[in-house]
């Protein structure tokens, strides 16, 4: 069955308030765009057309509006409320129905990934997980106690994840793109909610672990991750993807170009979104690359 997408777009931005309070945290620009742009694209270009948004009931009218069907950019573009939040590993629960037992690529709204081989390694991870159940990536960073750590063994497999440890024993953590078979809802059926109440994607992860089903898709120090979560992390990301863009003289996030490449729409129709927008830089950086091929 084709692997399908899952972008968890429901949080409530409470550390970005107050500028969430007009507008829902995914859709906030980051740089000349929203910041789901980012993780959509991703998902295209390792080839998924097939996108369930997770949203907030108060802003489904806004998502749709934003994204519609996704038809006219060659993708199929669902939508499903999150009513309370329970976390990450929520998302297979309200996931089921849309997946009808498709592996699956989940993807958080806010994180965003740089760097020339990322897709590359996204890809890989993608196949990692077909031929084994799951895959994760594992990101070196300087304070690896605030997050999720990875521990591996000699043979650099993974055999244990243990969240924000004193003393991490890797300094690989595990951002938030996460690649798993057709049997996440299943097991996240077994999952009890933590001491926060939540269903822990870490437990997740784990059940693969233990089925020996988990593997492990390192990032090397060139990708760089942000998690977007409050304004100087927000701010920080945009300086960095303007960088990028200028030094590559690419248009990252551009989940529309991103379509075209992959052969989901044609050079016409790219460039009637191109025309849509043609009065800011986005759709004119969209017409200069129309203007190259």
Known sequence: MNTKGIILAAGKGTRLMPATIPASKPLLPLYDKPMIYYPIETL?????????????????????KTFGSGEH??????????KIQKGIADAYFIAEEFLQGSPSVLALSDNVFLGKKYFEYASSALDKMLNMGASVFGLPVSDPEKFGVIELDKDDKIIDIVEKPS??????????????DSMASNYTKTIKPSSRGELEITDLI?????????SLQRLDESIVWHDTGNAEALLSASQKVRQFENDHHIKLGSYEIASFEKGFISASELEKIADKFIKSDYGQAIKNYLLKI
């Open 73 to 82: 950019v060659g993708l199929n573009f669902s939508y499903e409320i999150q």
């Open 44 to 64: 295209i270009r390792i080839g998924i057309k097939d996108i369930l948004f997770i949203v907030q009931e108060e802003d489904l009218p806004i998502f749709k």
């Open 167 to 180: 003393v991490p024993k890797s300094n690989l953590i595990i951002p938030g793109m996460y690649f798993f």
């Open 206 to 214: 784990k059940i693969y672990l233990n089925y020996q089903k988990l």
